[in-house]
């Protein structure tokens, strides 16, 4: 964008970068390696461990059944990630082309939800659940999920749905397709891109939050990765290496996902943010 | 195949625009209809309206005599080829083509034979796994139209197939639409905003203005009669020179311009209801109907005349454009307006900007409209 | 007509049709041609009725509670006593403490993330050689769960950790620090740790920003003459007025929930340095049962974000 020209300039430029980047994931390096310690070496003044311990990551996962709350973790964030997804096709076709009386003021209502902080509402949503029997249920947390990540991606998907030309979706009714069959066929093959950021948006937000499971789960069964590794730090005992193997451990799929998806990941979440 | 009737529709939105008024048009089975008009006049509205695309506010459709106002799209068995042809991107050439027949419960082998069929109809067989994006512009405009008969529905709605293609291609496609008519039968409403289009395809060709008919005939009844001054200066390129007149009886009729004035024979007159001295008309005169001359010529004494501002050849004519006229705005809002009349002359004449002519015409050739409302007062 | 059998063959027979009165009664209620308006109220149905019930019920609830006395029990324990629970929180000194902390987190970490967003993007615009590992790595914490994060940080601060060790070695103190005990950080490092989470975030917001600057601009620019930094401040800021809008009161809703950083890292402590309106909430909902109190911190908490969120609409309505 901008063309640097003198090889100074671009030498310094190239050094803070790598600069900042080093100074950035130290911290990171630093966890990775004291996950990597023996429990004596832990407080020792050194980087790295003298003693190489990968068994920190297996003891990690059995000691803390970190099995477990992944297992929650995945079944929560890929419910309701689902649900969301698809509900919000749903909606967003409808708002899109099928207008009804009152349909505007019914998607205005809806995106009022984007204001809401779900953390000042964890209070009410307790009571609620434990009426509604949703309480201390995975599926009762992914279906708080849906609901503070469906205004979001219906927003984006009638954005994107506007910009597709609607001559199609006519075309198809006129050629006999059933709406549903329209929505499938027609609508979602070509909104892909949103559904991507839509889908990227929602499995960040649901893996990596905390305040909602923590206060809708009891049970240490039901817990997700986020919830059961921090209860581990109030305990009379904290093995530091442990903690630190079960925070990677947690950043893991988050992390492999950027890995695979980088650009598309972080257009999906500006695209998602800016429109939000 | 079907017969389409329309009844008085109408097309008035929630804020009051009136889109389409008071629309009364049978399409017989089989039959080639365009409708025709300029940008805005309704004639796309009332397509989708058939198509049951737009609700209908007032008046009733009927397809095969059965009221469809309230009618599902998909149930009204009818196919559309749009502008932009509306072809599904993620879809090969077969899969699109295939679509509408899917829709149904027709086995699969069924489906591909057909299509297949369809496919060597158009000249796509060798296109049928390509994407959309993989064609030209014509390949795509067929497959848009493989897609509508594939299904073989009882008629065609066609909304401005041609205006994205270029101006070779236009001409060919116009001529593919109008031998697959030819061959298929199948009735057909043709909505284009070009006079030239609606012209050469149509059997019957119905001009719109303001979401109003103006007039509905075969392209040569438009041409040779307009009902109207709106359908006389749409129609035919250059548009006819509408000029204002007053009618004057001194030894003879003779029609009054601002220079000058031509004779009017008796006949003319009397074929005009109540025709009297001093009344005002608009007098039309084709392009090619007009006569230029040496305004020193005997003949031409007390002739209007002008000034020669403009010659465009285009060979083997010429356009002259002659100044020193008033002018009356048709309603077509394309149309010239001004002081200007064009002649259509043969390109050899000598004829150079800055000649003063004369100008007369036949009788024969005169069209005359009220000045009040616009319509035709002689045949 | 050609291929005639065939054609009939495959005709749906939809000569003699009627149409059927599903299709009357649901162009009664159409609307500018659309035939399936029944359909679509349906297709919304689904989103409107988890959203009645898990976002505007509560939301009523919490106003509602937050009007009365309740431990959160039973229905029938519940008394309203009007605004008292606001009075009182008028009159508490921890909630002015949290709600300053609040702000205090809110405006600091917003400034900063918006300088620090911004520079790194236009260091990666350069495209010189590393900016494609900064790009990477920065963003990388954005995505991390932020109690992992808090736990990492709380390691890497403690007396035995990673920035003792650096300033052990570096000589500029003999005993370790705790920083996490000691009153007068805590708030800062957790703006710290907020930082370094979410630069890469901002970076990328406005990297894309810059992404849609048209080009023909800076090279104009270029043209005459202009130096990269007075096309910077000439060109390139005043062009992304409304990004730089919608970015910072995205970081201030953000900074205004507040929780899961503090909570792992401090819960409040250490004698409420680092309290903020969330952990106060939770712990009068949760520890003490004081269910109106934590709503009425709840409904400030709303409120703040409902009237930056109107803001930022407003600023996002421009953009387009």
Not at chain 2, 208 to 222: A, I, T
Not at chain 2, 318 to 333: E, I, Q
């Amino acid at each position: 964008m901008f063309d640097i020209r003198s090889p100074w300039a671009k030498s310094s430029l190239s050094l803070l970068a790598v600069g900042i980047a080093v100074v950035v994931l130290l911290p990171i390096a630093w966890i990775g390696a004291l996950s990597l310690k023996t429990g004596r070496e832990v407080y020792k003044q050194s980087f790295l461990p003298d003693q190489w311990t990968p068994g920190n990551y297996v003891e990690a996962w059995r000691e803390f059944g970190l099995g477990g709350y992944f297992v929650n973790s995945v079944f929560v964030t890929a419910l309701s990630v689902a649900l969301t997804v698809l509900v919000g096709l749903l909606a967003a076709h409808a708002f899109t082309w099928l207008k009804f009386p009152g349909s505007e003021w019914v998607f205005t209502a809806l995106l009022l939800g984007i204001m809401i902080p779900p953390a000042a509402l964890v209070l009410p949503l307790l009571i609620e659940a434990r009426q509604l029997g949703l309480y201390d249920e995975l599926y009762g947390l992914s279906l708080v999920y849906v609901a503070f990540g469906l205004p979001i991606s219906i927003l984006v998907f009638r954005g994107f749905f506007q910009g597709l030309p609607g001559d199609l979706v006519e075309s198809a009714r006129l050629d006999g397709a059933r709406e549903w069959k329209i929505l499938w066929r027609v609508v979602v093959p070509m909104a892909r891109p949103a559904i991507v950021t839509v889908t990227i948006l929602l499995m960040l937000a649901n893996w990596n939050d905390f305040i909602l499971a923590l206060v809708l789960l009891r049970d240490s069964d039901t817990y997700t990765l986020p919830v059961g590794i921090s209860q581990f730090i109030g305990q009379y005992r904290t093995p530091h290496e442990l903690i630190a193997a079960a925070s990677l451990i947690g950043s893991v799929p988050v992390f492999l996902l950027y890995l695979i998806l980088e650009r598309r990941f972080q257009q999906g979440v500006a695209q998602g943010a800016l429109k939000g | 195949m079907a017969e389409i009737d329309f009844r008085g529709v109408g097309k008035t939105y929630g804020d009051g625009t009136v889109a389409v008024r008071g629309v009364d048009l049978q399409v017989a089975e089989g039959e080639f209809v365009v409708l025709v008009g300029p940008s805005g006049c309704g004639k796309s509205t009332l397509l989708r309206m058939l198509a049951g695309l737009e609700a209908i506010t007032e008046g009733e459709i009927l397809i095969d005599g059965v009221v469809v106002n309230k009618t599902h799209p998909r149930d009204r068995d009818v196919a559309m080829v749009f502008q932009n042809y509306a072809l599904y991107p993620h879809m090969t050439v077969f899969a699109n083509m295939a679509f509408p027949l899917r829709q149904g419960k027709m086995p699969k082998a069924d489906v591909a034979e057909r299509v297949r069929e369809v496919a060597g109809i158009l000249q796509l067989t060798e296109h049928l796994k390509r994407r959309p994006a993989n064609l030209s512009g014509g390949q795509r405009q067929r497959v848009a139209i493989g897609r509508a008969i594939v299904r073989n529905p009882k008629a065609f709605l066609l909304d401005e197939p041609l205006s994205n293609l270029d101006a070779k291609l236009r001409v060919r496609m116009r001529g593919e639409i109008a031998q697959l008519h030819a061959d298929l039968g199948v009735t057909t409403i043709f909505v284009t905003h070009d006079q030239v289009e609606a012209m050469t395809l149509g059997q019957r060709v119905a001009v719109l203005s303001d979401g109003e008919l103006r007039q509905v005939g075969s392209p040569h009844d438009l041409y040779n009669h307009p009902g109207d001054m709106f359908v006389a200066g749409f129609i035919g390129s250059p548009s006819m020179n509408l000029m204002r007149a007053e009618l004057r009886n001194e030894e003879g009729w003779r029609l009054h311009l601002a220079s000058g004035s031509v004779p009017v024979s008796g006949d003319v007159v009397r074929g005009v209801s109540g025709a009297v001295h001093g009344q005002e008309f608009v007098a039309g005169v084709r392009p090619e109907s007009l006569v230029l001359g040496d305004p020193r010529l005997p003949e031409a004494e007390g002739l209007p005349r002008g000034v020669v501002r403009l010659i465009e050849v285009i060979e083997p004519e010429m356009y002259v454009y002659v100044d020193g006229f008033t002018l009356v705005d048709s309603g077509d809002p394309d149309a010239p307006s001004g002081e200007m009349l064009v002649a259509r002359q043969p390109s050899g004449r000598s004829v150079s900007p800055g000649d003063v002519v004369a100008v007369g015409w036949d009788d024969k050739n005169l069209h005359l409209f009220s000045a009040e409302d616009g319509t035709a007062v002689t045949g | 007509m050609r291929a005639d059998t065939s054609l009939t063959a495959v005709a749906p027979a939809a000569s003699d049709r009627k149409p059927r009165r599903r299709d009357l009664l649901r162009a009664e209620r159409r609307r500018g041609g659309n035939f399936a308006s029944g359909l679509g109220v349906a297709m919304v149905f689904p989103s409107l009725a988890v959203f009645l019930g898990l976002i505007a019920v509560p939301v009523v609830v919490v106003a509602l509670v937050s009007l009365s006395e309740w431990a959160g029990f039973e229905l029938g324990d519940l008394s309203w006593i009007g605004l008292e629970n606001y009075r009182s929180l008028v009159d508490d000194g921890v909630f002015w403490g949290a709600l300053v902390n609040t702000l205090l987190f809110t405006g600091l970490t917003t400034l900063f993330l918006n300088i620090l967003g911004f520079g790194f993007a236009l260091l990666i615009s350069t495209r010189v050689r590393g900016t494609g590992l900064l790009r990477a790595v920065v963003f990388l914490p954005a995505l991390l769960p932020p109690v992992l994060v808090g736990l990492m940080w709380r390691r890497v601060l403690d007396g035995f950790g990673f920035v003792n060790q650096i300033l052990q070695n570096l000589g500029i103190t003999d005993e370790p620090i705790f920083f996490l005990g000691e009153r007068g950080y805590v708030l800062w490092l957790i703006i710290g740790v907020t930082i370094w989470q979410f630069a890469g975030f901002d970076m990328i917001l406005y990297y894309a920003g810059l992404q849609s600057i048209d080009r023909s601009m800076l090279e104009a620019a270029a043209l005459d003459g202009a130096r990269t930094f007075r096309t910077i401040t000439r060109v390139v800021i005043p062009s992304l007025y409304h990004i730089v809008g919608v970015v910072a009161l995205l970081n201030i809703i953000g900074g205004l929930k507040i929780f899961d950083v503090v909570f792992v890292m401090t819960r409040g402590g250490p004698n409420r340095s680092s309290e903020v309106l969330a952990t106060y909430m939770l712990e009068k909902g949760f520890r003490h049962s004081i269910m109106g109190q934590a709503s009425a911190i709840a409904v400030v908490i709303v409120v703040l974000a409902v009237v930056f969120s109107l803001i930022r609409l407003r600023i996002s309505r421009r953009l387009v």
